[in-house]
């Protein structure tokens, strides 16, 4: 049904067609241009000629072949009865049932899953046979008490609930990896980032297989969710967004190497994971080509941005996802309503339907008549199961920080210093980056809130926004993370040790490059000797020391030393006495 013209003043004539041409292909070793074969196809009219008025044309045999040849040429021209022609010689003179699969109807629309239902119980009215009709469950359940699907005999239909995604995902992996060991004498070859050239059997592609799938079940509540999430009930497009996350550049020759070497056994770490489904093949994220959206996008040229906009609808939506709405169908509701909702939060009505359109081309809301190009004030609308998705993200640091390199930003100093942080392709993707833009993001839509000025939210029932006030659930998932790299002291070092700042430090070793000193966090920098300031320290002794840089990515800083402040101070127990961090006259 895919190039099915699903017109009612068309689907009837195309379907005879197809019911003729697939019959003639049920029977590939006949010829049915040949006259026998003809005579044989249309025996029962002919014989119906034969004995009523051809007999008119018995004596004169020269007549008679030519008033067949016009009669042949009637029954040819009927296609409704050429067609019945066709199933009656290639099926039932065979004893054969007549199957008719009106495949793919589920990818219709509404409206044209309805008309094919029609057409479905007119293909069985007209034809012997059986026909089988595919229709998503939403068609169903939501009209099966009105026309026409209240004729449909309830004892012949029945559900084929989609298998789970890891299920059918293990079972494609399996036959890939048959597949690859029988081109086990291939060769192929990647190169290390440092130079080196490494060759490997074809088979040992099965390795990236095994551990992607490994990484994915490992970080299972957010990968495997997502994936399924963004797909919804299509197991097709689910497995595109697992193929298209196996083909990601984020997944480096280093990471392919220990794939390779623990022979799939290595896990991708989470951040990367997450990089890689929200990026996939792309350097920066982009809204508009990826399966993730970014729920507080906003169009610069709009007189007022909606930065909220995308959000308010889903959430209205959400809230009501077992409420009837005015058709009866549970979490469907018209547009109108949606829209009347949340344009009292300064919006107009040219945003909110610019952006429900863009929501229901990304499937984060479906429409009642399935339809995802656009949708009327009037048509039915609800959360779709990748809305739950995006709702659930707005708590995740990895996409805070991602849609924040595609978020219009009015204050050009917080512009800039996501530009700086991403800009370098060393520090681009590094926690770190990840968890400073994620802040920078949640401070400005704060402050976008904040002086939103909403003209009527004194007497507004609902305050869709009041949940996002602080983004309270935003902040602890940047908190949790940053308590995950509590133990890893270079994770804060640029907050911690901001440039120019004084620290009392242990010199823990001296070298030709300069003195190597320790901070009471455990972190060891290098006071270059350059650095030295005409200062002599050995091992043990306590230092005083200004911050000229810190990189916590490459995990350096460099130091000046400032003077000396206490001699072999390296064991002294803490709290036996006090140094002071900076004297009344300042640093010698």
Not at 113 to 126: D, G, H, N, P, T
Not at 189 to 194: C, D, K, T, V
Not at 306 to 330: H, Q, T, V
């Amino acid at each position: 049904m895919n190039v099915a013209p699903v017109s009612a003043n068309e689907i009837y004539s195309w379907l005879r067609e197809e019911i003729i041409v697939a019959t003639r292909e049920s029977l590939p070793e006949m010829d049915f241009d040949d006259l026998e074969v003809m005579r044989r196809l249309y025996g029962t009219e002919l014989s119906r000629f034969s004995k009523g008025v051809g007999k008119l044309y018995a004596g004169d045999e020269a007549l008679y072949d030519a008033k067949l040849a016009e009669e042949l040429q009637r029954l040819t021209n009927d296609r409704q009865l050429t067609a019945n022609c066709h199933v009656r010689f290639t099926c039932g003179e065979r004893q054969k049932l007549c199957l008719i699969v009106l495949d793919n109807c589920d990818k219709k629309a509404r409206d044209e899953q309805l008309l094919m239902f029609e057409a479905a119980q007119w293909l069985q009215k007209e034809f012997r046979c059986l026909v089988i009709l595919p229709l998503r469950d939403e068609t169903y359940d939501n009209h099966k008490d009105q026309p026409p699907l209240d004729t449909a005999l309830k004892d012949l239909v029945f559900r084929i609930e989609p298998p789970l995604f890891q299920q059918v995902l293990v079972k494609r992996v399996q036959l890939a990896l048959l597949e690859l060991g029988s081109d086990s004498a291939e060769k192929l070859h990647y190169s290390l980032p440092n130079g080196f050239n490494v060759e490997y059997p074809k088979s040992e592609q099965a390795f990236y297989l095994l551990s992607i799938l490994k990484s994915l079940f490992e970080h299972d509540r957010f990968a495997r969710r997502l994936i399924v999430g963004l797909a919804g009930r299509n197991m097709r497009r689910a497995l595109e967004i697992f193929l298209e996350f196996c083909k990601s550049g984020y997944i480096g020759d280093d990471q392919i190497f220990k794939i390779r070497q623990s022979e799939g056994a290595h896990v991708l770490p989470f951040h990367q994971v997450a990089t890689v489904i929200l990026r996939m093949n792309r350097r920066f994220y982009d809204s508009d080509h990826s399966y993730i959206k970014n729920l507080f996008a906003a169009n610069d040229k709009d007189a007022s941005p909606g930065f909220f906009c995308r959000y308010l609808i889903m959430r209205w939506l959400a809230d009501r996802i077992k409420n009837a709405g005015p058709s009866g169908l549970e979490g469907y509701f018209r547009k109108a309503d949606v829209k009347n909702a949340v344009m009292p939060y300064g919006l107009s009505p040219d945003t909110v339907d610019r952006e429900i359109n863009y929501l229901l081309s990304a499937q984060c809301i479906i429409a009642e008549h399935l339809r995802t190009d656009n949708v009327v004030d009037e048509d039915l609308v609800r959360l779709g199961p990748a809305g739950y998705v995006h709702l659930d993200l707005i708590g995740n640091v990895n996409y805070l920080a991602a849609i924040a390199e595609d978020t219009f930003f009015d204050d050009r100093m917080q512009a800039e210093r996501v530009v700086g942080r991403i800009k370098a392709v060393g520090s681009h993707l590094h926690l770190k980056t990840a968890v400073e833009n994620a802040g920078e993001l949640i401070d400005y839509l704060d402050a976008v809130m904040a002086r939103t000025n909403l003209p009527h939210s004194n007497i507004m029932r609902d305050n869709l926004l009041s949940e996002l006030t602080g983004f309270a659930f935003a902040r602890e998932a940047l908190a949790r993370v940053v308590k995950t790299q509590a133990s890893d002291p270079w994770f804060r070092a640029d907050k911690d040790l901001p440039r120019g700042s004084l620290h009392n430090v242990i010199v823990v070793n001296k070298t030709q490059l300069g003195h190597f000193v320790e901070f009471d966090s455990g972190l060891v920098g290098l006071v270059h000797k350059s650095h030295e300031n005409g200062v002599t320290a050995v091992p043990g002794d306590r230092v005083h020391v200004e911050v000229i840089w810190v990189d916590v990515i490459q995990r350096k800083m460099s130091l000046k030393l400032i003077k000396l402040v206490a001699e072999d101070a390296g064991d002294a127990v803490e709290g036996a006495f006090s140094l002071p961090l900076f004297e009344a006259d300042g640093p010698s």
